[in-house]
């Protein structure tokens, strides 16, 4: 069984301050799909922040990695800042077809800045969401939609 990780960035989540709306919804779709995917890992906002629980994650074993929230425009958004350090190549359509479902459904959809790329040579797969539970719910079946011929072709499948 595949690996999978979710990442939830949220200052006011890891201070305790507010639950973690998003990252159990992410994680519940990953469990559905078949991936084995412990609970949630909740981080405070800020690039180095990702970059460090991206790298954990990676180093753990894992293969499919999202994170759900800090992909907007405020201060201490630097999800996609901190993914960009650990991705080696990006896979730009994921992270354009999110944002045109997004802002289909809610015209703030537009102003996620979130990404999705690879990292090498480890073949995971890592995909920035918003921090909105509506919109990992609908931005995890896009994900999924390609998820698993990412993940084959990472580990040498053929097209």
Do not use: W, Y
Not at 7 to 28: L, M, N, Y
């Amino acid at each position: 069984m595949t690996r999978a990780a979710v990442i939830t960035v949220s200052d006011r989540s890891s201070r305790g301050e507010r639950p973690d709306e998003s990252g159990p919804v992410a994680v519940a779709a990953l469990r559905e799909a078949g991936f084995d995917c412990a609970d949630a890992v909740v981080v405070p906002d800020g690039a180095d922040s990702v970059e460090r629980a991206l790298q954990a994650e990676i180093v753990a074993g894992v293969k499919l990695i999202v994170t759900t929230g800090g992909t907007g425009v405020a201060p201490r958004d630097e999800t996609p800042e901190g993914t960009m350090r650990v991705i080696t190549r990006q896979v730009p359509g994921i992270a354009e077809e999110l944002r045109r479902r997004g802002a289909a459904e809610k015209p703030a959809g537009m102003l996620t800045r979130g990404v999705a790329g690879v990292a090498d040579p480890h073949g995971v797969l890592v995909v920035n969401l918003p921090g909105s539970p509506r919109g990992v719910a609908s931005g995890m079946p896009v994900l999924l939609s390609v998820a698993g011929h990412v993940l084959d072709q990472l580990g040498g499948g053929d097209h």
